[in-house]
C-alpha cells in the first residue's frame, strides 16, 4: 500500500480519539473497515502503532515518532492549501522577517502601536519572504538584499528602505587582527570562514565576488545558520565571520569593519497593498526604521564606523 496524507490523518484521528470505535465515529466509516485499514497502514510503515485494549488504544514507542512526523507533515500541508482571503475581523496579523535584533524591536513597537494579534514566520531567504508576500502568507516582512543583488519588484508589494550598513567581519579576540581599528579584506585570504548558506538574495555570491576582486576565494570551512554556534566557532576555534552591524562583540568576539567598506547590506521592510496593514505603511516604515536605530545604537563597532567613515546613502 501507498501511504497517503489521509493515512495520516487516520492515524492522528486514531491517537486524538483514544479508541478505534470513536475514531470510527469521527471518520464515518465502520470500526471493521477502520481497523483494517490501520493494519495496511501499519504494514506499510513497518511497525505496530498503537497497542489495543478494552479499554482503547495508547501509542507505541514507534507509533509516537510516527505521529510527531505526521502532525508536522499535516501542518505543513495545510498550510499550503490556506485561502488567499484574509478575514481582517478575525485573522491576527502575519509578520514576517530575516531573524535579526531589528525585528525583535519592531514587533514590540507594533504590539503597542497596533494592539492586536500577530503572528511571526522567520527565514532565513529574503527572497522566500518576498514570495510568502506576493503568494499572500504574510502581511508585511522585514528584508535584506545587498549592491547588485537587489530584490525585484513585486506588483502587489511595497517595499521601502529602512537602512544600509557596512558588513563587519568577526574575529577572535586573540587574533593578531583583532587589535587593529580596522581589517583588509585581502589580510583575510588564508583564514577559515563561518558563512551563512545561499539566501536566495544574493549571498554569499556577493561575499565571493568582493574576495575574488581582492585576489583570492575564501576558504568556506564552516556553513550554518545558528548564531549561537557561530559564535562559538569565532570563540574557540579561531574561525572569522562576516556579520551585521548588530552582531555583538563580547569577552572572546571582537568586531571589526573592512576597510573601504566593500561589503553593504540593506535592510528593507515591505507590506502587501492589499493586507490587513493596507493603508499604515509609513507607519511601520517608521516603527522599521526606529527599530533599526535602536539595535544599532548598542554596538560600538558601528559607532566607531561612523565616527570615521559618516553615514552610508540611504536610497529608497
Known sequence: ???????????????????????????????????????????????????????????????????????????????????????????????????????????????????????????HSPRLLLDLLAARRLDAATLIDYPGHELPSVPSVDIRTIGTEPVFIAINSRHPLASRPEVSLTDLAGEDWVISPPDGAGWPEYLLTACQEAGFTPRMAHVMVEVAMVRD??????????????????????????????????????????????????ELWRLATDAHREALAGQPHHAAWLARSGSLPQAE
Open 1 to 123: 500500500m501507498q501511504l497517503e496524507l489521509r493515512h495520516l490523518r487516520t492515524v492522528v484521528t486514531i491517537a486524538e480519539a483514544g479508541s478505534l470505535s470513536r475514531a470510527a465515529a469521527r471518520l464515518g466509516v465502520s470500526q471493521p473497515s477502520l481497523t483494517a485499514q490501520l493494519q495496511r497502514i501499519e504494514e506499510s510503515l513497518g511497525g505496530r502503532l498503537f497497542h489495543r485494549s478494552r479499554s482503547g488504544v495508547t501509542v507505541t514507542p514507534f507509533g509516537q515518532f510516527v505521529l510527531t512526523r505526521a502532525r508536522a507533515a499535516l501542518v505543513t500541508f495545510d498550510e499550503l492549501l490556506k485561502g488567499e482571503h484574509v478575514d481582517a475581523e478575525l485573522s491576527p496579523i502575519r509578520l514576517g522577517g530575516y531573524a535579526t535584533p531589528m525585528l525583535s524591536g519592531l514587533l514590540r513597537r507594533l504590539d503597542d502601536a497596533l494592539g492586536t494579534a500577530f503572528t511571526v514566520h522567520t527565514e
Open 233 to 282: 566557532l569565532i570563540a574557540n576555534h579561531r574561525a572569522i565571520s562576516p556579520c551585521m552591524a548588530t552582531f555583538g562583540a563580547e569577552a572572546d568576539i571582537t568586531v571589526r569593519p573592512l576597510a573601504g567598506t566593500p561589503l553593504r547590506v540593506r535592510h528593507l521592510i515591505a507590506w502587501r497593498r492589499d493586507g490587513l496593514l493596507a493603508g499604515r505603511g509609513d
